[in-house]
Structure formats: structure tokens, C-alpha cells
């Protein structure tokens, strides 16, 4: 049977932020799909390149960042060839987005509920007959009950400082499910809270997704959060995508260095060895080698590393990968990256 035809798909897209010091290569060359009603983790550590590809997605890349090439197609249209009035009517309509920090989204001098009710608006959401305020304001408050602020027809005139961290990030959540977009972009929605808060928005992410078979796309740093609530992860170091497979893959049978170095720095109660974070130091993202940038950290490193741009290499049916050592990965599928420190290959 043929795969459906992805819901969304980015080809080849590079953004850039030039600057004093030279051109920052924040996204190069990064490809990704997203089925309908799929759960997509984007992994990686700080500075990779994850919420700048988000950005570009929905083309909210502040100045002097541009888009330079690539392609997003979202039902058959390139989102990057459509006018600023096209673009807009997408937004928050068919593709909305949770930000990392909720302060520095919502609006201090508007209510809550007038926040998330001004997306309705912008956007003449009537396709359940949203067509007057007072319906506007139904909508709202079931919203409201839906993502768990407590006592919505209280909380609607609250203003974000009178929220809780956890409850402000519902309230994001709220306002970008307004309008029921078919892909709902997550960046970081949990960073900021604690274990507690974090586990409930989690939840929530995951009722939405069960019950309006919103698609979702999870940017994280935390390995083991994508884990447990993705599908599949897409791994990102210095802007580039290295490896991508399932969830089962890439985090039982991973064939990136990178990714083994992420998962070993992931804390186990049952487990008695010592965690060794990643050696060396992340690339400096202006003037990147044409090779793998992983390579002044990695162990198994080859002068063929830095001979020119690093192929997509098939793991296993699913799963691909930047590396040139994948004959190796499947001679020796359990190497962990405590192995690999005293090493000689």
C-alpha cells in the first residue's frame, strides 16, 4: 500500500542571519514530512537550529533573517511563494504555534480571554456558526474548560500576570487551538514549568491530538520527553538534520553518534553508570565545513568526514541517518557512547 501523501513537507529549507562576524547558518539544508494526525519530536541541543525552522515554517523569521532556498509545501501550495496576505490567512488558522515563553507572547495590557478571542476574529472563524461576540465569547470558554483553566467565566477577564506559568502556557495552547488548525507547531511548551505542570501539558497535547487528530510537531530538548510522547524524532545539530526514524529507532537502535551522545546524557534510576556528557564544544555556527560538523566531537571520526556534504544513509526501513559509519552501526547495534571514549578505530 502507498504511503498518503504528507500533510505537510519542508524540502531543503536554509535560513540565515547575517551579522558583523559572517553569515549564522541557523537552518541548512533541513528536510522534514508530517502525516495527518502524526506526532513529529524535533531533538537537539540549545542553538541547533529547531525553533528557527519552526519560525520558518510559518515565515515569522525576524530581520536580518531570510529564508534563502527550499521549499513548504502545506496542501499542495509552497507556503514561501504565497503573499504576506496568503500567509496570514494560514497562521493560526490551518497551522498554529505554542511559544517557548508565554510572557513574552501574551499581551500584558489585554485580558486573557479577549487574547484568545481575538484569534476568532481575525480569522472569521464561522464554520460552526462563530459569527457574533457573544458566540465568539461561548467558544472561548469552552476552550478555556478544554486545555483546564479552572473557572473560565472568572478567568476570561484575568490578565496574564494573574496566571500561573503552567496555566499561561494553557492558555497559548487555547489560543492556538482556536480556530482548530490542522498542524499545531509546540515549541519548548514545557521548558519553563516543573515536572508536575510539565506531565499535564503533555497530556493535553496528547488529548488533542486523540480527539481532533491535530497533527503535532514537538520541539524539545529533552530526549526522553520526545520518547515518550512522539511517534517519530528528527535529530538537529548545528542547524542540519542527522538522523530521523521512528521512536523505536532512534532511541533503541540510534545510528548518529550525536544521538548516541544525547541519549547517554538522559539520567536512568536503574542504572549505576556514570553520565558522560558530550565532549568538546558545539560549532560556531558562522562558516560551517561543508562535512559533518559533529565531527571534532565525535569518536569514530574520519578524514572522509570532512571531504564534502554527508548523504542520507538508510539505517533501516524508516530510518536514516548523516554518518558515514552505518555499515559499523549495524555490526555493533549496542555500543553505548561510555564505549566509545577509550576506543581505537
Not at 487555547?174 to 498542524?183: D, G, Q, S, T
Not at 514545557?190 to 491530538?209: G, S, W, Y
Not at 555490526?331 to 571514549?341: A, C, I, K, L, S
Request: charged share 20%.
Amino acid at each position: 500500500m502507498s504511503q498518503p501523501q504528507p500533510m505537510l513537507q519542508v524540502n531543503n529549507l536554509t535560513t540565515i542571519f547575517p551579522t558583523r562576524r559572517g553569515t549564522v547558518n541557523a537552518v541548512s539544508g533541513v528536510s522534514l514530512d508530517l502525516q495527518a494526525g502524526e506526532i513529529l519530536g524535533v531533538v537537539g541541543e540549545s542553538g541547533c537550529g529547531k525553533s528557527v525552522t519552526m519560525l520558518s515554517i510559518l515565515r515569522l523569521v525576524s530581520s536580518p533573517g531570510r529564508i534563502t532556498a527550499g521549499e513548504i509545501n502545506f496542501q499542495g501550495r509552497d507556503l514561501l511563494k504565497l503573499s504576506s496576505d496568503q500567509i496570514r490567512k494560514i497562521r493560526g488558522k490551518e497551522i498554529a504555534m505554542v511559544f517557548q515563553d508565554p510572557l513574552t507572547t501574551l499581551n500584558p495590557v489585554f485580558s486573557v480571554g479577549e487574547q484568545i478571542q481575538e484569534s476568532l476574529r481575525i480569522h472569521g472563524f464561522v464554520s460552526s456558526g462563530f459569527t457574533t461576540r457573544s458566540a465568539e465569547r461561548k467558544r472561548v470558554l469552552k476552550l478555556m474548560d478544554e486545555v483546564g483553566i479552572s473557572a473560565p467565566m472568572d478567568r476570561y477577564h484575568e490578565y496574564p500576570h494573574q496566571f500561573s506559568g503552567g496555566m499561561q502556557q494553557r492558555a497559548l495552547i487555547a489560543m492556538a487551538l482556536a480556530c482548530e488548525p490542522k498542524i499545531l507547531l509546540a515549541d519548548e511548551p514545557t521548558t519553563a514549568l516543573d515536572v508536575t505542570i510539565q506531565a499535564q501539558i503533555i497530556e493535553l497535547l496528547r488529548r488533542i491530538n486523540r480527539t481532533h487528530q491535530t497533527a503535532i510537531v514537538l520541539v524539545t530538548h529533552n530526549l526522553g520527553l520526545a520518547a515518550e510522547f512522539c511517534q517519530r524524532l528528527m535529530v538537529m545539530y548545528a542547524g542540519r538534520v542527522v538522523e530521523l526514524g521512528t521512536t523505536e529507532q532512534v532511541t533503541e537502535q540510534p545510528a548518529h553518534p550525536y544521538t548516541h551522545g544525547l541519549l547517554s546524557c538522559i539520567p536512568r534510576l536503574t542504572s549505576k553508570t556514570r553520565i558522560e556528557p558530550i565532549p568538546g564544544e558545539v560549532p560556531d555556527l558562522v562558516g560551517l565545513p561543508d562535512g559533518c560538523a559533529f565531527h571534532p566531537r565525535c569518536q569514530f571520526a574520519q578524514v572522509a568526514c570532512l571531504g564534502g556534504p554527508i548523504p542520507w544513509v538508510q539505517i533501516a526501513p524508516g530510518q536514516r541517518a548523516r554518518c558515514l559509519r552505518y555499515v559499523n552501526y549495524r555490526r555493533e547495534p549496542t555500543w553505548t557512547w561510555n564505549d566509545t571514549v577509550n576506543r581505537n578505530d
